[in-house]
């Protein structure tokens, strides 16, 4: 079973945030880019409240619903590892110098303890981040706590496909190639890349994922399979009366 304790996952992501986002388009492709692109349009932003992106990593999700926002929305972008966090900002301020959108507010905190009063967002997103949680109820019951009555949740996480000669095929290339590229290009000794493949077999997807949503507090979930089933989006809504 993949260790995913708080202190290895945060120590594993300080390490290779410095080239975190160069090892992301090299690996996928720049599919990734598309597949935010997706999530902001079948979630899209409020036209007014807030936004909150829990594990923002380096603030590739938070930043694109900002690019999309007017100054009635603001976006809230939580990590709890702070080299990551700071590449975000970095980006911020030049999507900032370029008057583009709205800036992001950026806070160091734990998706397990997050520090925001009930109902407080009306759109809650995690993108490859909810596989990192230690305990994903907990994760997913802080969103539903946060998440106005009403509002919206979207979950962007890999996935493996379905079909069966498309898995397989997948599965070597996740397994063998992915780990060796991503841990030698991002020059880390913590194995992040091989941890990768292991979270995201180990992950609930599918009717399994949803099932958890809803026992969080969430109804009409949906989910969008993206690039052959490599990624799924899971949209869904909060229900009427605030979680306990």
């Known amino acids: 079973m993949v260790d995913k304790t708080a202190e290895r996952v945060q120590g ?15 690996l996928s492709g720049g599919i990734d880019v598309w597949w935010r692109f997706v999530t902001v349009r079948l979630a899209p932003p409020p036209d007014h409240g807030s ?3 829990v594990c923002t990593g ?9 690019a999309r926002c007017h100054s009635t929305v603001k976006v809230v972008g939580t990590d709890f ?3 990551m966090l700071d590449r975000g900002i970095q980006k911020s301020r030049l999507m ?10 950026w806070i160091e905190a734990d998706t397990m303890h997050l520090p925001f009063p009930d109902a407080s967002f009306e759109l809650v997103t995690v993108a490859f981040g909810l596989r990192n949680i230690v305990d994903t109820r907990g994760g997913l019951a802080e969103m539903a706590r946060v998440c106005k009555p009403g509002g919206r949740l979207a979950i962007l996480e890999f996935s493996l496909p379905k079909q069966r000669l498309m ?31 292991q979270s995201v077999e180990e992950f609930p997807s599918g009717e399994a994922l949803a099932t958890l949503v809803r026992e969080a507090g969430f109804v009409a979930v949906q989910s969008v399979p993206l690039t052959f089933g490599i990624a799924t989006l899971s949209l869904a809504t909060r229900t009427g009366a605030t979680h306990d």
């Open 58 to 66: 380096t603030g590739d999700l938070a930043l694109a619903y900002a």
């Open 96 to 105: 900032t110098t370029r008057k583009k959108g709205v800036a992001v507010e």
């Open 12 to 26: 594993m992501f300080a390490q290779i945030a410095p080239r975190y986002d160069l090892v992301n388009r090299l």
């Open 51 to 53: 936004i909150l992106d």
């Open 81 to 83: 590892c702070r080299p």
């Open 167 to 197: 898995r397989s095929a997948y599965l070597w290339y996740f397994r063998h190639v992915l780990p060796r590229i991503g841990n030698a290009v991002a020059r880390n000794a913590s194995a992040a890349y091989s941890y990768l493949n």
